[in-house]
C-alpha cells in the first residue's frame, strides 16, 4: 500500500516478530523457545540477532520467553519427564532479574565463594525487566532503557539497596557530577514538553508547545492554545489557578482525606470540581506511573500527594513522615517531593552488568561503572563448570518441590524448560525471585492460604517502546522535547533522558543520532484495577509487532510532520518492549483494605505470600508490593537471611 510504503513499512530494519509465524509454528510442536535456538530472533536486517541487547522488533517479554509458563498454567504441560543434569546447587534462584542476581550477591557475601549458585532465566538476557536496548546508527552507538528507568529517590533507598550500589561500585554523585552539562542539553535548546490533540478526539491534529515552567504542569498562557471548549478553557484555569475553594466545609483534615482515599481522581474532578470532561484529557493518564491504572482508578487521596491539581483549598497538611514514605505496599515514597532520580543511559540495566560483573568476573568486559557504557557481555561464559555462579537464559522454571517431606527435606527439585528440553537440578535451597503469581503454579504443594495471596496482586502491563532516529531535527525545530497524547496509541513520546556514560556519549546536535522513548499502559477504563490489568495483559499478547510498527511510523509522522519529520527516512530502529506482567501490584485504597495501603500489617497479601516454606524462600518486588528497584534488593536480602537461617554456614556474616 502506497500508505505504508510512504510510512517506511517496506524498509528492511529488524522489525519482523515471530509470534504469529515460525516461533509460533514451533510452538505448536511442542517446543517453547525452539524459534529462537535456531537463532531466529525477532527481526532481521541490520541489527545483531545474536547479541540479545542489540535485537530489535519485539522485545521484553519475547517470543520463547513465556510459552512454557502458559502451558503451566494452563494444565497442558507434561513435566513428569525431566533429565537430572548437573551436580546438586547450594543455591538455585529462579529468576535473573535484579532481584535475583542481588540474592546471589547477597548469598556469596555472606556465605563465601565456595559454593553453587544457579540462577535460571527465562529470557534470553539477565536484569529482568532492567533490560538494555541498542542501536547502531550510521556507525554510532545509540543505547536506551527497555525497562526499569531508573534509580528513584535513592536518599530513601533502604540500607540493603545502598549496599549493594556500594558494592558493586555504583557512585551516584560522581555520575551526576559528569553529566552535568547533559542535563541542560535540551533546555539550552529552549525545547519544552508539548501536548499532541489528535485528530480522532479533538476533530483535528495539533500540537501546542506548554510555554511554563518545566514540571509545573500546564502553563495558563498555554490553554488559550488549546482546542478546548470555552467552558473547559475556563474550567481549567480554576483547576490550576492558586484560588481553591474547599470543596469539603464542615469535614475535619482526617474525614477529608478519607473521602479522598475512597473516590478516585477523575470522579473527584468530575463531581466534586465539577471541571468540564474535556479537562480530564489532561490528567486520566495521571495513575500510570505507580498503578498501570488511569485516574478512573487512582485514589484523589494519592493524585493530591502526587501534586495534581484541585486540592489547594482543602486545607490539608503535607504527608506525615511514616505515611506513605518507607511503606512497601504503600507507594514507597515516591510522590512525595524533595527525591530526585538517577538515569543511567540504558536505565538500571547499568546495575544489572555490574551485578553480573561482580557475579561472573570475566563475562562481561571493564571494571567500573563507566566502563558498563560500552562494555560488552560475552554471553556464553554465564554458565560455564568451574563457576560459583552460573546463568543459564532461556530457561523457564516449571516445577519445584521438596525431595520428600518439606519440614525434614534436604534438597528441592528444580525442573525448568530450555529450548524445548526439560531438564532438572538438586538445589539445598531455593529462592524465587520470580512473579508471585506464577509461583502458586511452580510451587503447587505450597499451603492454600499462601497460594492465595501470591495470587492477589496482579501485575501492570507496559509498553516501553524505543525508536532510533538518525537525527532529531524535527524536535528542534519544532521547540519541543517530550509530546503527551492521553488519547493516541502511545501515551507519550520524548527524545530519550540526555545522559552519558564512559566512553558512551549521548547526542549534541540535532544532527546526532538518537533514541525516542514512547509508553503505552494497557488499560481498561471503567472496570476494577485488577480487571483491567488482566485483560490488558491479554490484549497486548495478541498485538503485534506490525500493529506497533504502523502506529509508531503514522504517530509520528503526525505529530512531527510540520517539523520536517519524515518516519521513512528517518528511523533506523525499532524495538517494542512489551511487558505483560510489569509493574509490581501495589496496594490501593479504592480496591483494597485501608490498612494495606496505610499500616505495615501482616495481613497483606504480600507478607503472607512471602513466607518461607521448608527450603523455599521469596524475593523479588512482588513480596514488597512494590515496583521499584529497592524494594527488589531489600526482598532479596530478606529471602537470602531466611536461607542462611534455615541452613547451618560457618562463614555466614548475614
Known sequence: MDGDRNLGMDRQISRRDFVHGAAAGALALGLPGAALAQGAGPGGGAANETYPPAKTG?????????????????????????????????????????????????????????????????????????????FRVDGKLVVINGGTLNIESPERYNRWARQVLDDIGVDLHRYEKANEENDKLYASRNLKPSYFFDKQTWGRDRLVVNDGPRGRGIAPETIAKTPLSAKAKADMLRLIGPNQPDYFPGLTPE???????????????????????????FYQTSGHGTFCVGADATPALFSWASGAPGFGGLGLQPLPGGLFADLPGGHHGRQREGGHSVHFPDGNATVARLLVKTLIPDAVEGSSQEDMGLAKVDYGKLDQDGQAVRIRLNSTVVNVRHDGDAATAKEALVSYINRGQLSRVRAKAVVMACWNMVIPYMVPELPEAQREALAYGVKGPIIYTNVALRNWRAWDKLGVSRISSPTSFHESC?????????????????????????????????????????????????????????????????????????????????????????????????????????????????????????????????????????????????????????????????
Open 58 to 134: 519485539m522485545r521484553g517479554s519475547h517470543p520463547g520467553a513465556f510459552e512454557s509458563a502458559h502451558a503451566l498454567r494452563d494444565g497442558t504441560l507434561d513435566i513428569g519427564a525431566a533429565r537430572d543434569v548437573d551436580q546438586t546447587y547450594d543455591l538455585v534462584v529462579v529468576g535473573g532479574g535484579l532481584s535475583g542476581l542481588a540474592a546471589a550477591h547477597f548469598f556469596l557475601k555472606d556465605v563465601g565463594k565456595d559454593v553453587r549458585v544457579l540462577i535460571l532465566e527465562n529470557h534470553d538476557d539477565f536484569g529482568g525487566h532492567a533490560k538494555r536496548n541498542e
Open 255 to 281: 474525614q477529608k482525606m478519607e473521602r479522598l482515599a475512597k473516590i478516585s481522581y477523575r470522579d473527584y474532578l468530575l463531581n466534586v470540581v465539577k471541571v468540564d470532561p474535556q479537562v480530564v484529557w
Open 494 to 654: 520524548e527524545l530519550t533522558e540526555a545522559a552519558s556514560l564512559g566512553g558512551l556519549h549521548h547526542a549534541r546536535t540535532p544532527d546526532d543520532p538518537i533514541a525516542l522513548h514512547l509508553v503505552k499502559v494497557m488499560t481498561k477504563p471503567g472496570l476494577p484495577r485488577r480487571d483491567q490489568h488482566r485483560i490488558g495483559r491479554a490484549e497486548l499478547l495478541e498485538t503485534s509487532f506490525e500493529t506497533f510498527e504502523r502506529n509508531i511510523r503514522s504517530e509520528l509522522a503526525r505529530q512531527l510532520g510540520a517539523g520536517g519529520f519524515d518516519p521513512a527516512r528517518d528511523i533506523a530502529g525499532i524495538t517494542v518492549n512489551r511487558w505483560p506482567h510489569g509493574y509490581a501490584y501495589t496496594y490501593n485504597s479504592l480496591y483494597d483494605p485501608m490498612e494495606w495501603v496505610f499500616t505495615k500489617s501482616e495481613n497483606r497479601p504480600c507478607v503472607v505470600g512471602r513466607q518461607p516454606y521448608g527450603l523455599i524462600t521469596i524475593a523479588n518486588s512482588d513480596a514488597a508490593a512494590s515496583p521499584h528497584t529497592d524494594a527488589a534488593f531489600l526482598e532479596a536480602h530478606r529471602a537470602v537471611s531466611e536461607v542462611i537461617e534455615k541452613r547451618t554456614y560457618p562463614f555466614a556474616r548475614i
